[in-house]
């Protein structure tokens, strides 16, 4: 496979560099086309690339690190949603725009209630494996997903019990039933009604996999995935490369162009721009912001700006001293140069941050004001507190860079710096991602840097998983270890709410409680650069970083 891969990079350069043969000839046939005397003008441009023209190749996209899982129902990370979005579908989805669409449900109404949903599915679509999808497949996944007691249940399933109030069985279960009301129509009943619901249909998580295939595998589905996306899963190198290749059988008529898709890790943000330069890869995620110039001045590649929709942070690990005390969390909030952090590693492409939901979002409060850059008065809390000479502690910090977090051990590391000005000696520590997100959730740190990018278009998203208090329970997504009552208690009500306006009053009391409490440093809302090679045309970033590849094609 690996001398495949490489006589088609060869083959790939040697097209570069036969390219002013082939824009002469072409402009050659250009003239003779226009002498011909043919009076009809090209107004239709990408219509004149053909089919033909579009299919074949293989696309290698860099990224700083490794999926955890390809078992959509069991990962919360971005690198693994890269791929199982690719590979599964979900019910509904989000465009680029941010709008809900149809993707295996086509249509979908409610009752005058609110809490029964009938939904119709798409007709002729296949699994991977040749299986056939219907409702009852649908039905198959749900029970694994929210039945404890069900054999396929294996795993976390974090994602569930944030959105479904527990799982089957608990008190606070949101689904009454879900049944197959037909070959190719849903029905799932609600206990209560629930605003965002259809939203939550469109999460990567939910990606309806092959029951024949959960049944095969079992707990071994996270490296043998198959759903009914554009592409298949072939093979996985770990910490090295993923491979998909196109699903031939796809429902969209004439997609996937693209025969492969090889996402290849490489750590170093500068290395990964390097190869891109030489023809290795032909897109690459994350990149330094001082690079930026690089990609802007080069004929052969070109920047991409993904729309913003993520936070950044600094979590407090809230269960220990000295972070159980609000004025410790607030002096080290006043002691850390925001401004100046994003000013230096955000090249223009971010904004000091002050709420947990980012400004692109419904209901975000612009009333709140961050907290300020304080030297004096963060050390007077700090004595306020017991901490006159300060304290020791650790901060951990990702290897690898994120969306929201470019250069993340230049940032701890000025982070470090400040928090000495107080007194506070702080030891930076590192690890791989996946260890990383182990450790965080298990609440082996001081404090970590963290981040979320949105996977639906609603405050819930941001606000439930990460700082409800019933994601405190470990593994925890809500990593500051946020026990709050009142807190909780605004955003379940907000969930619950239908009407809008009420809902952001809810969310703007929410957010107005967490300036308080200051669990977060809150850091940077950030529009992360992409670069990409000039032959790779159809690929649009998405500003929820699941960047479907169905309409990518390469024409070197």
């Known amino acids: 496979m690996l001398i495949l891969f490489i006589l088609g990079r060869r083959k790939i350069l040697e097209k570069k560099r036969h390219g002013l043969f082939y824009l002469l000839l072409s402009l050659v046939l250009f003239l003779a086309a226009c002498s011909g005397g043919n009076e009809a003008s090209n107004t239709e441009g990408e219509d004149n690339v053909t089919q033909e023209t579009k299919e074949g190749g293989t696309l290698v996209y860099g990224r700083g690190a490794d999926s955890v899982s390809l078992d959509p129902i069991n990962v919360t990370d971005g690198e693994s949603i890269r791929i199982t979005h690719n590979v599964f579908e979900t019910l509904l989805e989000y465009d680029h725009n941010l709008e809900l669409q149809p993707k295996l449900a086509t249509e979908w109404e409610s009752s005058e209630d609110g809490l029964t949903w009938t939904f119709q599915l798409r007709e002729g679509v296949k699994f991977h494996d040749g299986t056939d999808f219907n409702a009852e497949a649908v039905v198959f996944n749900w029970e694994r997903w929210m039945d404890p ?79 009914t996306g554009p592409f298949m899963f072939e093979e996985w190198s770990r910490n090295n490369s993923i491979m998909l290749t196109k699903n031939p059988d796809y429902w969209m008529e004439g997609k996937p162009y693209l025969d492969q898709v090889i996402y290849r890790v490489i750590p170093d943000n500068s290395a990964r721009l390097t190869a891109l330069q030489a023809g290795e890869i032909d897109i690459i995620d994350g990149m330094n912001t001082s690079d930026l110039p690089i990609v802007e001045e080069s004929e052969q590649l070109e920047l991409i700006k993904r729309p913003s929709f993520n936070i950044s942070y600094l979590a407090f690990n809230m269960e220990k001293e000295p972070f159980d005390d609000v004025r410790v969390r607030k002096a080290i909030n006043m002691a850390i140069n925001k401004e100046e952090i994003v000013g230096a590693f955000y090249n223009g492409l971010a904004d000091v941050a002050t709420n947990p939901i980012p400004p692109s979002l419904w209901g975000f409060d612009e009333s709140i004001e961050g907290y300020e850059y304080d030297v004096e008065a963060a050390k007077e809390l700090l004595t306020e507190a017991g901490y006159e000479d300060g304290f020791k502690t650790t901060i951990y910090a990702m290897s690898n860079p994120r969306p929201y977090l470019p250069e993340p051990m230049k940032i701890a590391e000025a982070v470090q710096a400040d928090l000495a000005e107080v007194g506070i000696e702080a030891e930076i520590i590192t690890m791989e991602w996946a260890t990383y997100l182990d450790d965080t959730s298990n609440g082996a740190h001081d404090m970590a840097f963290y981040g979320w990018t949105g996977v639906m278009a609603d405050p819930d998203n941001f606000l439930y998983p990460n700082l409800s208090q019933t994601n405190i329970t470990k593994p925890a997504q809500n990593i500051a270890f946020y026990d709050s009552d009142e807190f909780t208690a605004l955003i379940t009500e907000a969930r619950e709410t239908i009407d809008q306006e009420k809902r952001i009053e809810l969310y703007q009391q929410a957010q107005q409680l967490f300036h308080e409490d200051a669990p977060w440093v809150m850091l940077a809302y950030t529009t992360p650069p992409l670069a990409q090679a000039d032959y790779v045309e159809g690929y649009e970033a998405h500003p929820m970083s699941n960047d479907l590849l169905t309409d990518v094609y390469l024409t070197n």
């Open 149 to 227: 007691e069900n054999p396929y249940h294996v795993g976390e399933f974090p994602y569930y019990p944030f959105l479904y109030g527990g799982f089957k069985g608990d008190e606070n279960h949101l689904i009454e039933s879900v049944t197959a009301t037909g070959e190719h129509e849903l029905e799932i009943v609600l206990k209560r009604k629930t605003a965002p619901f259809l939203s939550y249909l469109a999460i990567s998580m939910f990606g309806i996999a092959s029951p024949a295939a959960i049944e095969e595998y079992g707990t071994a589905l996270n490296e043998n995935p198959v759903g």
